[in-house]
C-alpha cells in the first residue's frame, strides 16, 4: 500500500474526529488550549492506536469482534449524542452538559471515533504490502490535525447560535456518526 493510498485512508478515518471536533467548537468554544490538545491527542492516539491492536490481533479477532464494533461505536455515540439532544431542549444553560475537558468523556469519544479503525487494522493483518509504522504515524497525525481545525473551525459559530440549539446540533452530530457507522454493516 502506498504512500497516497495511505494518506486517503487517514484522511477518511480522520472525518469521524473532525465531526466530533465540530461538535466540541460549537458547543464549547471556550476551551483551554490544553483541553483542546488533549482531546485532539487522544483522537489520534486512538485513531492510531486501534490499527495497530486490528493487526496484532489479525483474523483470529476479525471473525468475532468484527460482527459488534459497528454496533459498540452507535451505542456510545447514540448514547452521548442523545445526551446532548435531550440536555440542549430540556436543560438550562448553567445545568450540566456534556464536558469535553472530562477525561472520561474524552475517552469515551475517542474510543467511539476509532473503532472503524480497528477494521482497517485487521485489513492490513491481511495485506503483504503495508508498511505498518508509516500507516499508523499517518493516521495518527491526520486525525489530530483535523480534530484541531474542526475544533476552531465551529468554535466561532456559538456567537451565532444560541447555546441550546449548539448542544442538539452537536448531539445530532453525534448521533448521525453513529448511524453512519452503524450502516456499515
Given amino acids: 500500500m502506498g504512500f497516497f493510498s495511505l494518506l486517503l485512508l487517514a484522511l477518511s478515518l480522520a472525518m469521524d474526529c473532525f465531526a466530533v471536533s465540530c461538535s466540541a467548537g460549537v458547543t464549547q468554544p471556550n476551551l483551554k ?4 490538545l488533549f482531546f485532539a491527542f487522544c483522537f489520534g492516539f486512538f485513531q492510531a ?9 489479525g483474523e483470529l479477532i476479525v471473525g468475532y469482534l468484527g460482527r459488534f464494533t459497528n454496533w459498540v461505536a452507535f451505542a456510545i455515540l447514540a448514547f452521548i449524542g442523545g445526551k446532548m439532544i435531550y440536555e440542549g431542549i430540556f436543560l438550562k444553560d448553567e445545568e450540566s452538559k456534556i464536558d469535553m475537558t ?6 469515551l469519544l475517542s474510543i467511539a471515533t476509532s473503532i472503524d479503525a480497528l477494521a482497517v487494522g485487521f485489513s492490513f493483518s491481511m495485506m503483504e504490502d503495508v508498511r505498518i509504522g508509516l500507516a499508523l504515524t499517518l493516521i495518527g497525525i491526520v486525525s489530530f490535525v483535523f480534530s484541531l481545525v474542526g475544533y476552531h473551525l465551529t468554535r466561532h459559530l456559538r456567537k451565532h447560535i444560541k447555546a441550546h440549539v ?12 453513529g448511524i453512519k457507522i452503524l450502516l456499515k454493516l
Fill in 49 to 57: 492506536l486501534m490499527p495497530l491492536l486490528g493487526w496484532l490481533g
Fill in 33 to 36: 488550549t490544553r483541553n483542546i
Fill in 102 to 107: 472530562k477525561f472520561s468523556m474524552v475517552m
Fill in 166 to 177: 449548539a448542544e442538539i446540533i452537536g448531539g445530532v452530530i453525534l448521533v448521525g456518526l
